[in-house]
């Protein structure tokens, strides 16, 4: 089965720095690329996702890279928020359910 | 207008006793799930429904048993709770059909189980 690696668990940033999440996954037949965020006590939720015939995809200060080839998918924020505080989680599936990453913990201070 | 609400969104229960947890979505979704968030965050499949049928049955003690008795509803029994079965259960639901490319999952608000 699919598994994915996510890195780094926990992040602190300054706010108006950026921000970058790394995932990696196994079964390179995976062609779907989500990212969630959960803030605290709530439902995980989806930012952006990517899919396999996209090398890149931007929506406004976030945007999501995809490397088929090393099998690697990066979340970047910039220009980051107090509001951006969360735990961020990526996933990988192909027809089947997504699999995610052991999430990371943003913390964007003041 | 809640797209994927879940029931209880709290339980607290002692060890040995069954217990069950509703799961609706008004999306017209194909797919249901269920996940379970440990203390650590970590988001682990439990189960997959595709209009009422199991795909997905992941490693989990057979004391849990979903059941779906329509495309809309996917309920997760759990008999002789333990301890550890301390976790947020999410429901969760998306259009993907058997066969086509997946899409986004919608989440339900998350039912925070407690075992005493």
């Known amino acids: 089965g699919e598994n994915v690696e996510q890195h780094p668990s926990t992040l602190s940033v300054q706010e108006g720095d950026s921000a970058v999440i790394k995932c990696t996954y196994s079964?390179?037949?995976?062609?779907?690329f989500p990212w969630y965020k959960q803030e605290l006590g709530k439902r995980p939720q989806l930012i952006i996702d990517?899919?396999?015939?996209?090398g890149e995809k931007k929506d406004q200060r976030i945007a999501v890279t995809l490397n088929k080839t090393a099998k690697h998918f990066s979340l970047h924020i910039t220009e980051t928020q107090p509001e951006d505080s969360a735990v961020y989680f990526c996933a990988a599936s192909q027809y089947s359910t997504l699999t995610f990453g052991k999430g990371t913990m943003l913390l964007v201070s003041p | 207008d809640t797209a994927v609400s879940q029931t209880p969104k709290y339980l607290v229960t002692q060890m040995g006793n069954d217990k069950s947890i509703k799961c609706e979505q008004n999306l017209g979704h194909d797919t249901m799930y269920w996940y379970k968030q440990d203390s650590k965050k970590f988001l682990k499949i439990m189960f997959s429904y595709n209009n009422k049928e199991l795909i997905i049955n992941e490693t989990v003690p057979n004391r849990f048993s979903p059941k779906s008795p329509d495309k809309a509803h996917l309920n997760l029994h759990i008999n002789s709770l333990e301890l550890g079965d301390s976790a947020v259960y999410f429901c969760?639901?998306?259009?993907?059909?058997?066969?086509?490319?997946?899409?986004?999952?919608?989440f339900g608000q998350g039912t925070r189980l407690t075992v005493v």
């Open positions: 990517i899919r396999s015939n996209v």
């Open positions: 969760a639901s998306s259009p993907s059909r058997v066969g086509a490319p997946n899409t986004e999952a919608f």
């Open positions: 079964d390179s037949a995976s062609n779907y």
